[in-house]
């Protein structure tokens, strides 16, 4: 199994930036690929991005537009997703996920889940 933590989260200003952290545990030789994910209230939860844990290749969802950058430290086993110029509807609820298989990008193919960390975005 894997568990999974996140943090990072919290409130910042329109334009401003915030990095979330998701720190892995367990059977990390099984990770395939991590994922971010968030959910908005009253709304699906949605793909934002995912790193290959071999080759730390990234793929990103289009309404980033190059914002967000995952990123992963393989020595702590951390991914990191680094947000900037946050908008108001980038508010949301962010998880993060491991994917034992391969590339996703539904949350229903992912296998594991961090408790997820609240993103506000507002003046």
């Known amino acids: 199994q894997v568990q999974l933590v996140e943090s990072g989260g919290g409130l910042v200003q329109p334009g401003g930036s915030l990095r979330l952290s998701c720190a892995a545990s367990?059977?990390?030789?099984?990770?395939?690929?991590m994922g971010w994910f968030r959910q908005a209230p009253g709304k699906e939860r949605e793909f934002v991005g995912l790193?290959?844990?071999?080759?730390?290749?990234?793929y990103y969802a289009d309404f980033v537009k190059g914002r967000f950058t995952i990123s992963r430290d393989a020595a702590k086993n951390t991914v990191y997703l680094q947000m900037a110029n946050l908008q108001p509807e980038d508010t949301a609820d962010y998880y993060c996920a491991a994917n034992l298989v391969g590339p996703a990008w539904s949350p229903k193919k992912y296998n594991y889940w961090g408790q997820g960390t609240q993103v506000t975005v507002s003046s």
């Open positions: 367990g059977s990390i030789f099984s990770i395939n690929g």
């Open positions: 790193i290959s844990w071999s080759d730390t290749r990234t």
